[in-house]
């Protein structure tokens, strides 16, 4: 049985199993500092830290913006975000001294558990392959955010590591950085970006995760190291904090923002912080090229009862001018995911469609084949299909239509 008691700001629940906070807090506003930039369609992030910058750059890429997030995996302290960065950055090779071996298996304690293999050789190709073309994806972005999680670190053989790989707790030595320490590694990044990419906006944000939820006290001294740490470095540069983690302990106080663990927060979570992200990052013309491609994504994830139909014929012309459009703001490979999509519709469209002959009559009389080229000339210029047979495409037209669309597609050839 549940008893339910109200307040003026929030509700509480009674029940023999659980006492919790719905509502708290979710209506009042908040200020947030205004950074010195706005985000573009033409910015490409670059996230770095804990899990929560994955949820982030996941969340971008579902709205249409270029972003690459934890390189070597999740990271959570910062001396490894700065060594991952200057890893890259530097193009550091990694030789067997920089491998461990434990169980049968080859691991680098500098990357996540995805790096690993009995063969060490193919580990550190691997590995190698990663710095070089990380290398490339980092010094093609503009805005790199900053998301650790902790200030608790782990040394092995006296060296601060990344990830542990449940090897032993014993072979470990558990520590709190300080404030200085801090301060230091993001100090040190700071300089290496100067040098590497001058131009680069920087992103401090504090991962929401409790990173010890068995040891509260631990969770708050490590994440209170962090924030003070983070205020002096932007203080001192001019980066941008923006806070993640005090809006989620503000704003979201019941565990209906969290997943099943009650420790990672869920995409309901995620929406929220996001909303203030965008309104506080996003310019006009990235709003509007986020609105026009998420539209596209809606049209496109549209059943048709009949793929076949004129219907489905004329929606994705629609589509096609519509990516026209972004296309015109940005090329990216977000773009290019919602044009091998429509390629493969028209594809089908013209390979199966058993009314192609009375659209063509129609298209014909109002003087409209060039919507079909149109389209057929926008597959073709998807690099993903350059070894279809376009000739196949061409069975279903009357035998002067073929002619002519030959003639034209040869031009493009």
């Known amino acids: 049985m549940i008893y339910v008691k109200k307040k003026a700001f929030f509700t509480i629940e009674y029940s023999y199993e659980k006492m919790y906070f719905t509502g708290m807090n979710k209506k009042r506003k908040f200020l947030l ?32 913006i270029d972003s690459f997030s934890n390189p070597y995996g999740t990271v959570y302290n910062t001396f490894s975000i700065y060594n991952t960065i200057k890893d890259i950055l530097e193009l550091r090779k990694y030789d067997e001294a920089d491998l461990c071996f434990y169980n049968g298996v080859y691991y680098s304690l500098n990357h996540s558990g995805f790096f690993n293999s009995k063969d060490k050789d193919e580990l550190l190709q691997t590995i190698n392959s990663t710095v070089v073309s990380m290398n490339y994806i980092l010094k093609k972005s503009t ?99 923006f806070p993640s983690y005090e809006m989620v302990l503000d704003q979201l106080s019941d565990y209906s923002y969290y997943e099943k663990d009650l420790i990672h927060i869920n995409k ?22 986020t609105e026009l491609f998420i539209k596209i994504k809606k049209m496109l994830s549209h059943k048709s009862f009949n793929p076949s139909s004129e219907d489905t014929f004329i929606l994705l012309e629609k589509v096609v001018e519509m990516i026209l459009l972004l296309e015109n703001k940005k090329s990216s490979d977000q773009i290019n995911r919602l044009k ?37 000339n926008f597959v073709k210029n998807i690099h993903s299909f350059e070894n279809i047979d376009y000739n196949s495409l061409n069975k279903y037209y009357k035998q002067i239509v073929k002619e002519y669309l030959v003639a034209k597609l040869s031009c493009i050839k």
Not at 180 to 202: A, G, H, R, S, T
Request: charged share 20%.
């Open 340 to 376: 091998i999509v429509v390629s493969y519709r028209l594809i089908r469209y013209f390979k199966n469609n058993q009314h192609t002959d009375a659209l063509l009559n129609k298209l014909l009389k109002n003087n409209d084949l060039e919507i079909a080229l149109k389209l057929l």
């Open 143 to 241: 805005v790199i955010v900053i998301t650790p999680g902790s200030s608790v670190v782990y040394e092995y053989k006296g060296d601060i590591v990344a990830n542990c790989h449940r090897i032993p707790a014993k072979e470990f030595e558990e520590r709190l950085q300080y404030v200085d320490e801090v301060v230091l590694n993001l100090i040190q990044l700071q300089l290496l970006l100067d040098v590497y990419m001058p131009n680069i906006k920087i992103i401090y944000t504090i991962s929401p995760v409790r990173h010890y939820p068995d040891r509260l006290r631990l969770n708050t001294i490590s994440k209170s190291v962090l924030n003070i740490a983070i205020d002096t470095v932007c203080k001192e540069t001019g980066s941008y904090y």
């Open 268 to 289: 309901k979570a995620i929406s929220f912080v996001m909303k203030r992200f965008k309104d506080n990052f996003f310019s006009d013309a990235l709003f509007h090229y």
């Open 33 to 64: 500092d205004k950074p010195g930039f706005q985000l573009t369609p033409n910015d490409f992030l670059f996230f770095i830290g804990s899990c929560f910058s994955e949820n982030i750059s996941s969340y971008l890429k579902e709205i249409g």
